[in-house]
């Protein structure tokens, strides 16, 4: 046990007994604590298998690489249409992590085992997301911006590219557009 994740746990103002109850669960497992982002993470080896997470409405494991499980029991959830890799179980009471602990377990020993197999999930090419017709016009009439757009890292490039395609109006698209452009002409990324 983790002593900067007793201090998380004891701030909780929310879900205290379900994330206590997940902890325990994730502990049985042959797994080390530590507190990263700010939440419990649990590694196999030093990479990450599953966190402890929570939002207004619910309480969530997250698995890092939870696309390549099996979900034998449908549990998983997506986060949203981007999230490539990561999975969720969400909790809104601890009677539903005690009926779910066996699956809990076995889906925890499955992800230990893709990541000692060396299972990778294959990310979508930056060139695969739909850009907004507004960023490629900029692209195509200022060649600075593009130059500096394809100089940024390939995680970088499709945040840009997420966060422009996302509104539903061409204005709302074309004000991000003409808000971030400085950041990326210096090299940026949208959370940098």
Same mark, same amino acid.
């Given at each position: 046990?983790?002593?900067?994740?007793?201090?998380?746990?004891?701030?909780?103002?929310?879900?205290?007994?379900?994330?206590?109850?997940?902890?325990?669960?994730?502990?049985?497992?042959?797994?080390?604590?530590?507190?990263?982002?700010?939440?419990?993470?649990?590694?196999?080896?030093?990479?990450?298998? =599953?966190?402890?997470?929570?939002? &207004? /409405?619910?309480?969530?494991?997250?698995? +890092?690489?939870?696309? *390549?499980?099996?979900?034998?029991?449908?549990?998983?959830?997506?986060?949203?249409?981007?999230?490539?890799?990561?999975?969720?179980?969400?909790?809104?009471?601890?009677?539903?992590?005690?009926?779910?602990?066996?699956?809990?377990?076995?889906?925890?020993?499955?992800?230990?085992?893709?990541?000692?197999?060396?299972?990778? =999930?294959?990310?979508?090419?930056? &060139? /695969?997301?739909?850009?907004?017709?507004? +960023?490629?016009?900029? *692209?195509?009439?200022?060649?600075?911006?593009?130059?500096?757009?394809?100089?940024?890292?390939?995680?970088?490039?499709?945040?840009?590219?997420?966060?422009?395609?996302?509104?539903?109006?061409?204005?709302?698209?074309?004000?991000?557009?003409?808000?971030?452009?400085?950041?990326?002409?210096?090299?940026?990324?949208?959370?940098?």
């Amino acid at each position: 046990m983790n002593p900067k994740v007793d201090v998380y746990l004891s701030k909780a103002k929310k879900w205290q007994v379900e994330l206590k109850k997940l902890r325990m669960i994730i502990l049985d497992c042959p797994l080390a604590e530590e507190l990263k982002w700010g939440v419990p993470c649990y590694t196999f080896h030093k990479s990450n298998i =599953v966190l402890i997470h929570v939002f &207004k /409405e619910y309480c969530a494991l997250l698995f +890092f690489k939870g696309a *390549l499980l099996k979900d034998t029991h449908g549990v998983l959830i997506q986060q949203t249409e981007n999230v490539q890799a990561a999975r969720q179980i969400r909790f809104t009471n601890v009677r539903e992590i005690v009926e779910l602990e066996p699956v809990l377990k076995a889906y925890i020993y499955e992800a230990i085992e893709v990541e000692k197999a060396g299972l990778k =999930v294959s990310f979508k090419k930056t &060139k /695969e997301f739909i850009m907004s017709e507004e +960023f490629q016009n900029k *692209l195509d009439r200022i060649p600075a911006l593009k130059t500096a757009f394809e100089a940024l890292t390939p995680g970088r490039q499709r945040a840009y590219i997420l966060h422009f395609s996302a509104p539903k109006q061409s204005k709302t698209r074309a004000s991000r557009i003409e808000k971030c452009m400085p950041q990326i002409l210096n090299g940026k990324g949208l959370n940098d």
